[in-house]
C-alpha cells in the first residue's frame, strides 16, 4: 500500500521489464501522471503510455533503454556485478534478521 500511496500524484512512473500483470504491484503506474514502460512484451499498462509521437511505451530491453538514458545524462555506466553478489556492499548493514529499507545507506 505504501508504494501506491507514494505514487499517487507523482510526475512520471517508469516500469522497466515488468509485466504488470501481478497486484498490488500492478496497480502502481496508473497513479502517476505519465507511464514509461520499458519492456519486449506487451503488457497491460500500455495505453497509459500515450500515443504516437508522445508515446513513451519502448519495445526493447531495460539494458539498451538504460545504457542510452545514462549517456544522455552524462551518467557513467557503473561496473558489471557478477550474479548473485548484488547485496555485497549492504551485507554488513542488513545482518542475519535483514533491515529496513529506510536504514541502508547507498
Known amino acids: ?15 522497466l521489464g ?7 504491484a500492478a496497480m502502481i503506474p496508473e497513479q502517476a501522471d505519465r507511464v514509461a514502460c520499458v519492456n519486449l512484451q506487451p503488457t497491460p499498462i500500455d495505453e497509459l503510455c500515450g500515443e504516437g509521437d508522445a508515446s513513451l511505451r ?9 545504457r542510452l538514458v545514462l549517456k544522455e545524462l552524462g551518467v557513467k555506466l557503473p561496473a558489471a ?11 554488513a548493514q542488513l545482518g542475519a534478521g535483514g ?3 529506510d536504514s541502508i545507506r547507498v
Open 1 to 15: 500500500q505504501r508504494a501506491i500511496d507514494e505514487a499517487k500524484g507523482a510526475a512520471l512512473c517508469v516500469a
Open 18 to 24: 515488468s509485466s504488470c500483470r501481478v497486484n498490488p
Open 58 to 66: 519502448i519495445h526493447g530491453t531495460c539494458d539498451e533503454v538504460m
Open 81 to 91: 556485478i557478477p550474479a548473485g553478489r548484488w547485496a555485497a556492499r549492504f551485507e
Open 99 to 101: 533491515a529496513p529499507l
